[in-house]
């Protein structure tokens, strides 16, 4: 189910195009794709060196990054040199796939069809687009909106007014009144006369059994995949940035924020309105305080509070010295 993709390229990516050194040289990729996912035939990017591990094991054969990183790159990898890596990646993702920057209203929605959809219960005004799977025994809400190629498992239970594209949902989940799944994430380059949006190509992966409580928000991934793992468990209004991978079996409460890009490992409780930077690692069984702000990566078997979150212990000892 993973190998399904919402966005299709609209041209080419040829590197002539985007990089004067090889305009001499008709050099055709199938794609752009993120460093450990790559391979001979796609052109990734590296631009920070938490990166490096991935770098240094890429099977790609192009990689735009920086002259400080290049040298992270196995010999097999030729360096496209960018001192604005993000940028360029944007520029060409805009280029072949144009309808990524911006969401637009599907157009080939129409009202849910009782006989396409055997054994499936809709609620009233439930819209749906075209090549949508739904799996038996599953039941939509009053108001919810389905867009076109979205994959539903069985036995899944939507709420009413929940918006879903560009996403693939397991067995026996239960989405709650409010939430949005697949939509475009917060990101652009900033520029003085108007801002660069980034397109987001890829999606939403929700594991088998997991439960979002009401008005959560996962937005898809950018070039990888955002993912939530099976039987996890969200608290109302819980934000999920793009490319965030969340693992099995973790419990978060309500209004927790996870910026992009970061890994949460398995068996990890998070306490309400903690925020997660980006590109952080947590680690398997962490249990992080709530209104915490974790700003640095977490080993497994971890109790961290505060902000900065630290361990459980110097958080207490800190709080007993004021």
Request: positive net charge; proline residues 2%; hydrophobic residues 35%.
């Amino acid at each position: 189910m993973n190998d399904v993709y919402f966005f299709k390229k609209k041209k080419d990516l040829i590197l002539g195009n985007y990089f004067n050194n090889y305009k001499k040289h008709r050099i055709k990729l199938s794609d752009i794709q993120i460093l450990k996912d790559a391979s001979r035939n796609h052109l990734t990017f590296f631009d920070n060196v938490r990166y490096k591990d991935e770098a240094k094991n890429t099977k790609a054969k192009y990689c735009i990054t920086t002259s400080k990183l290049k040298n992270y790159l196995p010999k097999t990898c030729e360096a496209i040199i960018s001192e604005k890596v993000l940028y360029e990646v944007a520029v060409i993702l805009k280029d072949i796939y144009p309808d990524a920057d911006i969401d637009t209203l599907d157009l080939n929605l129409k009202s849910s069809n009782k006989l396409k959809f055997s054994g499936v219960k809709f609620g009233n005004n439930v819209f749906i687009g075209k090549n949508v799977k739904i799996g038996k025994n599953s039941l939509i809400g009053d108001n919810t909106i389905i867009e076109s190629n979205v994959v539903i498992g069985k036995k899944v239970i939507i709420g009413s007014n929940v918006h879903i594209k560009n996403t693939l949902i397991g067995n026996e989940v239960v989405i709650q009144s409010g939430c949005k799944l697949g939509l475009k994430g917060f990101g652009f380059i900033p520029k003085n006369d108007k801002n660069f949006k980034f397109p987001h190509i890829g999606k939403v992966v929700v594991g088998n059994y997991v439960e979002l409580a009401s008005n959560c928000t996962i937005d898809r991934g950018s070039v990888d995949d955002t993912v939530i793992g099976e039987n996890t468990y969200f608290d109302n209004q819980v934000h999920v940035a793009h490319n965030v991978k969340i693992g099995k079996n973790c419990m978060i409460a309500g209004q927790v924020g996870f910026a992009g890009s970061s890994t949460i490992g398995n068996n990890v409780s998070i306490g309400g309105q903690a925020g997660i930077s980006g590109h952080l690692k947590i680690g398997n069984n962490v249990k992080i305080g709530g209104g915490s702000g974790v700003i640095k990566d977490i080993e497994d078997n971890q109790i961290v509070m505060g902000y900065p979150a630290v361990s459980f212990k110097d958080f207490i000892k800190n709080w007993k010295n004021k």
